[in-house]
T-cell receptor, first 115, second 116 residues
């Protein structure tokens, strides 16, 4: 079974600084997708960024970028120029590229942004 | 952009009562899912539904849970006799058969279920 691990329950960053959130996963599949979701206090699930495993190039989305290391099964999220609105829970998620299959989520990292 | 809609946003129910959580998936989607998130914990898969039947379910999805697509648009999760530990955020998601847009599963905003 696939598992997703986030080893940092909590992180903090100064406003305008850069922070990296870690995620590792375990799978025997070769084709899959990885995601980072942001969950603010309202508890909506907001997609931040996604990465297709077959793509070697790391995904970027404005201030958000990932470091995808397929061999190491590592998928970290870098947030540059952190803003107060970035404070939230961040969940790493795995999906096995099969529309009948569910997402597998990590336990989350709570990010605080300090003014 | 089409959205997955969940109602109500917050449901308060007495322990032992039945509750039905409602979801309206995106109209051309074929796969439907329910996930649960107990406060402070990760999001966990409950069940997936395709072609009017359950395709996968987790060990959480026991006999007190059921799902239904009663009218071709709504997708419901019923909890027959609620327990205190059923208090959680419940997310509905849907997906199309083929990849489109930026995410394979579109999540609703969730229903917060509080059991008293």
């Amino acid at each position: 079974a696939q598992t997703v691990t986030q080893s940092q329950p909590e992180m903090s960053v100064q406003e305008a600084e850069t922070v990296t959130l870690s995620c590792t996963y375990d799978t025997s599949e070769s084709d899959y997708y990885l995601f980072w979701y942001k969950q603010p206090p309202s508890r909506q699930m907001i997609l931040v960024i996604r990465q297709e495993a077959y793509k070697q190039q790391n995904a970027t989305e404005n201030r958000f970028s990932v470091n995808f290391q397929k061999a190491a099964k590592s998928f970290s999220l870098k947030i540059s120029d952190s803003q107060l609105g970035d404070a939230a829970m961040y969940f790493c998620a795995y999906w096995p590229d099969n529309y009948g299959q569910n997402f597998v989520f990590g336990p989350g990292t709570r990010l605080s942004v300090l003014p | 952009e089409p959205e997955v809609t969940q109602t109500p946003s917050h449901q308060v129910t007495q322990m032992g009562q039945e509750v039905i959580l409602r979801c309206v998936p995106i109209s051309n989607h074929l796969y439907f899912y329910w996930y649960r998130q107990i406060l402070g914990q990760k999001v966990e898969f409950l069940v997936s539904f395709y072609n009017n039947e359950i395709s996968e379910k987790s060990e959480i999805f026991d006999d007190q849970f059921s799902v239904e697509r009663p009218d071709g648009s709504n997708f419901t999760l019923k909890i027959r006799s609620t327990k205190l530990e059923d208090s959680a955020m419940y997310f509905c998601a849907s997906s199309a058969r083929t990849g489109e847009g930026d995410q394979p599963q579109h999540f609703g905003d969730g229903t917060r279920l509080s059991i008293l």
